[in-house]
């Protein structure tokens, strides 16, 4: 199998695999077809991969399909393992202030294609796309949009991109079984039921700093007005530092959805 082994600088050692039994294993590949690699170890078994979950806030990168091509290829390498159910799950982060910042983001670049003065939000999204999308929501509904809130730009942004993404999905031949949507957690109080979940177990206090943090640190949030926030007590789960669950002014970071979400996953539908 092996016609050479070498050392290569810096510090490589370098396994040469034989020609002859390379054409051994196409060979086999050919004759058995399909079923190569079919393994029976996941019989009775079922599987969630959930993978890519890029946020709606623009059209898919190199960097996000990458992961989309490799979340794929776990569930085939499942599938050929044999398990009863592989479902390649997609979680859709539709909630959070970058949903927001996208909304108004696009209701500037509507106000702007219909002849009304608006600038972007700080840290608005600029993309080409965006305006491409402002364009044909232009088409469709003219100009008596000027006074729609945030929301609803928000949602034809959110599905306009959604559309973006199943187009490239489609090109690379991924499919998904199932889109969860992060908005859904907050819906039926998931997330809060999570946090009090956190709480009766221990994990949660309240604080203006992480514990363990020094007294400059304190006194630093004390003098920049800084008022107490909600933390997972993550270390004691080996997390190098505690988390901020709910910030100061009550909005929840992406860390509690997440729990709520595979809290969900685990017991609800694996």
């Known amino acids: 199998m092996i016609s050479a082994v070498e050392v290569a600088p810096p510090g490589f050692l370098n396994f040469r695999l034989s020609r002859e039994w390379i054409v051994n294993q196409i060979e086999g590949v050919i004759t058995a077809g399909d079923r190569v690699f079919q393994q029976t170890i996941g019989q009775g078994k079922r599987a969630q991969v959930e993978f890519l979950s890029a946020n709606p806030t623009g059209p898919l990168h190199i960097g996000r399909t990458r992961g989309a091509i490799l979340g794929d290829a776990i569930a085939r390498v499942l599938e050929a393992c044999g398990y ?72 034809q942004a959110e599905a306009a991109i959604f559309d973006l993404i199943r187009v490239t999905l489609g090109r690379i031949r991924i499919r998904f079984d199932n889109f969860f949507n992060e908005v859904w957690v907050y819906s039926d109080k998931s997330v809060w039921k999570t946090l009090e ?38 270390t004691q789960l080996g997390d190098g530092e505690d988390r901020v669950l709910v910030k100061a002014h009550g909005e929840p970071t992406y860390v509690l959805p997440d729990i709520a979400y595979h809290i969900n996953k685990l017991e609800a539908r694996i």
């Open 197 to 234: 979940r956190l709480r009766e177990a221990g994990y949660v206090y309240e604080a203006l700093w992480r514990a363990g943090a020094t007294t400059e640190e304190i006194d630093k949030a004390e003098r920049e007005g800084k008022q107490p926030a909600t933390w997972f007590r993550s």
């Open 84 to 155: 009863d159910q592989v479902q390649r799950e997609y979680y859709f982060n539709n909630a959070g202030a970058q949903m927001e910042l996208l909304g108004r983001s696009l209701q500037a670049r509507y106000l702007q294609t219909v002849g009304y003065a608006a600038d972007l939000p700080e840290g608005g999204y600029q993309g080409e796309y965006l305006i491409e999308i402002a364009r044909q929501l232009a088409a469709d509904v003219g100009d008596g949009w000027q006074e729609k809130p945030w929301q609803v730009f928000k949602e």
